[in-house]
């Protein structure tokens, strides 16, 4: 069982008093009181975040009706408390508590005894507002609503707490001149049930408190407060009531060491000692040594009240007993630490380390853990090693620490230890856990970077591939196209064999070209360990291109077109059509209104498209009408042309021009006149305001600009004389066809 | 301290009783036992510090003209008074005390500030029936009796009362005090020479308050809602001023043996260097707020510990406001100085009007310097005896120096400064 006392904190747990549970028989009774609970805070940093809750509730005392109250509640669905939760801190933390309005009239908190402004405005119902206060002195203090018109009514109606300030040191009460071994907070407080039923509206005058209180239980519900003999016990009491109140002790004496969180210079001994409405006053018991266990000392209100449903013996409901149970055995088992890891395990040295660990003293004394400390790699005698600070103070705590970069420098690679252990209030130091990490500096090596291919369209896709070895493990691999940004930013690699779990690891991607120009670029990669080392980046050239496809007739035949078309034995490759200092070119046979021509389709429908081949009209009789010797097809439902080369013969020349499809016709550049081999380029493109170059021999001769092409992509192109070749005859020279996306290729 | 006019009848009998108070104080009455000074504590000792008390009930008399049902403890089989006898003993007597109970409800005894105290020959603790406490300490039944002993191991002022029902019986009037001298020296209040006082100068301050209706409820054998609780008389050793003025043992006050008037002399550093010693006991609901006229007193002790730091430092403190919260003890040393000296040859820089011009308190010497006397006004009422001076000493929530209202009674005494001897004092 356990009391309102404990072994140098505080619990706030409910439970049965002493005499109930020894004489086994209850008294009737309705659900006592809620016991102060802890205030639900999170620490970060240095920085403790409370919440409470102000809500209505009811206090249930035992022989009485219950009483409507308003609380401070732990929880947001929890009930309200009297008195609220208690918060607790340690000197130094700055408190953000918010609270939470849910009473029907603006409510503030006040901190009587902490430099913070007054609030005397609070928050509306339902709103919430942040206290912010550094606690620069340890000590008992009270919480409360703040002085808002309504805030005296809202004090009486149950709106108070307790602040409890530790200082750095546990198990003392401001220092080490007040070191204790149990503790006990007792919040003194007065109830009248006529007040809490119209608190807007009651004369305050008349206020007359029926129930006496501690810790918001009237006697027999209130707590015994179980120590052990020869202890010294910690009385942290504030009077939350609004009468003076005189308290004392039957049996024993208290040294008054603080009152209102002030340590006094000389403390000073007393039986009992009076508390003005609003004071705090901390004591130090000390049990006699000598007692039998199951000794009772009664702590009690020395004025003898008489009224409230205990009657006169119950003094009010003031009372309760300070009671001496078996003597513990005395603690000589440190804390047990588990749990315990280091984070990461693999280490290149370059971060701290995260060290967290369990540490509890629960079954070994259920002291609290005052003190932790961790080694590295030896370990050395209890107390010299890196002290972990945070987060100590409970029988069971989750501690974490950081290994500083400082500490980790002076280790060589490979694998080390951290062992940690903690320390009760006892003075035992636990035995030690360990968990080990392994620091690899040693970066990766990486080769035979190789790109396939390594020339390649814009719309091809590239394989990557990459050696990586590491004396550790290769966990990751990074490519950049272009300049390199930094380590780590770059577009990854994957393992061929798919995974990363090898000291070699081969290493791959395709590569993606589409947003690159056509040109020459530099590839770079790197492979980095499980450790987190990057190799150097090693790189590679890769040159993008946009050429869909060129043929020159080199081979000796059309096999590089897809397929020919009119009459193809009108077609031969012969060094007679040659141009551009090459062997071989393609001759096209005019005959009998017929000729043949070579096609290539491409693998998709395009919206750019440039033609350059080399054309010589010497050989041929055309006539004045326009004949066509170059389609670029739209293939798509109706084939239709997007654009045409024609040629014609006209006043004693040959003569050239391109014409283009567009929405609502044709467009037409003006006859150019060519002589002899001429390398004739088109470039065209899709659009909505498109536009049409003609260059015969790298020389710009025409631009149609703002035509709406944009209904016509290239699938195919045709090569040859094609169409109405009537009264044409004669041969017609083609060689060194190329067609890319945009680039302009020249002669 | 102006007098109140509460009414010219009642005051008049008041003032009257307070004259017969204040001649008795000085002269002593027959009835008196020659062993019992007319001013100071009355101690009850024992050879063998074994000592009886007996619960039980009688009444006392306020000056209101009331008389109320008291419960109170006699000595043995001696006769009904309150508040119960002035134990005293010294430091490391064993100290036996058999409480014989005649009334209604079991009694007990508690006796805060005591260590290790036994009934019956085992430690006294709470007794419960079944889970129920029905006393703090081991009671006995009516008709019976129970032994307490302990050893006075720490000199100083305590406080014993009854541990059963408490919140009755305590307001009812079962209390009285303790006194441990220290080992050797009387004269101390503890054990530490700087706390060295005229014996002859020792008085004691219980104070308390009495709700009528609780007392006329357990007279009728009625019960009372303690929820009604108020007090309406409130006293020093069991009395209401102007009966505080009264000399112990006063004849018209057989139930009320002990008075409170502190009687000194000047403070001298050669003739009178000792301070008097007041020995305050607060046995009332809330703080009493006692405030002496006069300098300052000076705390010396608590709750029967001196005021030294751990290191021996002096920690008594000057007060004129003692706050004496219920069941606390509070030792105090009182030395009247007289700091401006004021004599025929050294006047008060006061041009004083003629006597058609004057009021004249009843206490008016006729002149206003100590141990002078003059010409009193026609009609002057005269009270003083020898030139001595009076400052009251009272509760100062005024509204508990009254008695159900009547103003200028209650938890009220006087000062008494004589003339230093040699003087015309009787």
Known sequence: ?747 | MRPGTPGPLIRGLATFVAFVALLAAVRGAAAQSLAVPPNGIVCTTSADDSFALTATDGYISLPDGNSVYMWSFASGTGPFQHPGPVICVDQGDTVTITLSNTLSQPVSLIFPGQSDVLANGVPSQPQFSGATLTSLAPAAPTGGSVTYQFVANEPGTYLYESGTNPGVQVQMGLFGAIVVRPAGHPDWVYADASTAFDPAHEYLMLLSEIDPYLHMALERGQSYDMGQYRPRYFLINGRSFPDTIAPNGAAWLPDQPYGALAHIYPYDPVTNPLPALVRYVGVGSADFPFHPHGNHSRVVGRDGRPLRGDGGEDLSYEKFSLPIGPGQTWDVTFSWHDAENFSPSNPIPVTVPNQQNLFAGAYWSGSPYLGGTGTLPVGGEGYNQCGEYYHVAHNHALTQITSWGLTMSGMMTYTRIDPPEPNSCP
């Open chain 1, 1 to 747: 069982m356990r009391s309102l006392l404990r072994l140098r904190r505080i619990t706030g747990a409910l439970l049965l008093a002493f005499v109930l549970l020894c004489a086994g028989l209850p008294p009737a009774a309705a659900a006592p009181a809620a016991a102060p609970s802890v205030a639900a805070c999170t620490l970060v940093g240095v920085t403790r975040r409370c919440e409470l809750w102000a809500r209505a509730g009811t206090l249930s005392l035992s022989g009485a009706p219950a009483v409507p109250i308003w609380g401070y509640a732990a929880s947001a669905a929890g009930p309200a408390s009297l008195p609220g939760p208690t918060i607790e801190a340690v000197v130094g933390e700055i408190l953000e508590v918010t609270l939470h309005n849910e009473i029907g009239e603006p409510s503030a908190l006040a901190f009587p005894g902490m430099a913070l402004a007054s609030d005397s405005v609070g928050v509306a119902p339902g709103a919430t507002r942040t206290y912010t206060l550094t606690v620069t002195q340890p000590g008992t203090f009270l919480y409360q609503a703040g002085l808002t018109p309504g805030g005296v009514r809202q004090v009486a109606m149950g709106l108070y707490g307790a602040l409890l300030v530790r200082p750095t040191t546990p198990g003392t009460a401001y220092d080490l001149t007040t070191a204790y071994d149990d503790e006990a907070l007792l919040v003194y407080s007065e109830i009248d049930p006529a007040f809490n039923a119209a608190p807007a509206s009651f004369p305050m005058q008349q206020f007359a408190p029926v129930y006496l209180l501690i810790n918001g239980r009237a006697y027999p519900e209130s707590e015994p407060l179980l120590t052990g003999a020869g202890r010294r016990v910690l009385l942290r009491q504030i009077n939350a009531g609004l009468h003076h109140r005189s308290l004392g002790l039957l049996g024993l004496r208290q040294r008054i060491i603080a009152t209102d969180g002030a340590p006094l210079a000389q403390p000073f001994s007393v039986v009992a000692e009076t508390l003005a409405p609003g004071q705090t006053l901390d004591s130090l018991v000390s049990m006699p040594a000598g007692a039998a266990v199951g000794t009772r000392y009664p702590l009690y209100a020395t004025g003898m009240p008489g009224q409230g449903p205990g009657g006169p013996a119950a003094l009010g409901g003031m009372l309760t007993f300070l009671t001496l149970q078996a003597a513990a055995t005395p603690d000589t088992a440190g804390p047990a630490t588990s749990a315990i890891s280091v984070t990461p395990a693999l280490s290149n040295g370059a971060s701290p380390l995260q060290l967290i660990a369990t540490i509890s003293d629960v079954a070994s004394g259920n002291g609290a853990v005052t003190a932790a400390e961790y080694f590295l790699d030896t370990v050395g005698a209890d107390g010299t090693g890196t002290p972990i600070t945070a987060g100590l103070g409970a029988s069971s705590v989750s501690l974490g620490a950081s290994i500083p970069l400082a500490a980790l420098a002076g280790l060589a690679d490979g694998p080390h230890t951290v062992f940690v252990h903690g320390r009760d209030t006892a003075g035992n130091w636990g035995a030690s856990a360990s968990a080990s990490f392994t620091l690899d500096r040693a970066a990766p090596g990486v080769s035979g970077l190789a790109l396939a291919p390594a020339r390649a369209r814009f719309d091809e896709p590239v394989t990557f591939t990459l050696s990586a070895s590491d004396p550790a493990t290769i966990a990751a691999g990074e490519y950049f196209i272009g300049a390199d940004p930094g380590a780590g930013a770059g577009q990854p690699l994957s393992p061929s064999d798919g995974s990363f779990d090898e000291t070699s690891e081969e290493l791959q991607a395709i590569l993606s070209l589409n947003a690159l120009a056509p040109g020459t670029y530099s590839v770079g990669a790197r492979a980095r360990d499980a450790a987190g080392n990057w190799s150097a980046p090693i790189t590679v050239a890769l040159e993008v291109h946009d050429t869909y496809f060129s043929d020159g007739f080199e081979s000796g035949d059309v096999s590089a077109w897809t397929s020919t078309g009119g009459n193809g034995a009108r077609l031969s490759v012969t060094s007679a059509a040659a141009m551009d200092g090459t062997a071989l070119g393609m001759r096209a046979v005019i005959s009998a209104g017929t000729s043949g021509f070579v096609e290539h389709t491409m693998d998709a429908d395009r919206s750019a498209y440039r033609a350059r081949f080399y054309l010589d009209l010497s050989g041929a009789t055309l006539g004045t009408a326009a004949r066509t010797v170059f389609v670029a097809r739209d293939t798509r439902a109706t084939p239709r042309n997007a654009f045409q080369v024609q040629v014609r013969y006209n006043n004693n020349r040959y003569q050239v021009r391109v014409v283009v499809a567009r929405t609502g016709g044709n467009s037409s550049t003006s006859w150019r006149t060519i002589s002899g081999p001429t390398a004739v380029e088109v470039g065209w493109s899709s659009a909505t305001s498109g536009s049409l170059t003609l260059a015969l021999n790298g020389v710009l001769q025409q631009t149609l600009s703002n035509l709406n092409t944009s209904g016509y992509l290239v699938r195919a192109v045709r090569l040859g004389p094609q169409g109405n070749l009537s009264g044409a005859s004669g041969t017609i020279h083609f060689d060194e066809f190329v067609a890319t996306r945009s680039t302009v290729v020249g002669p």
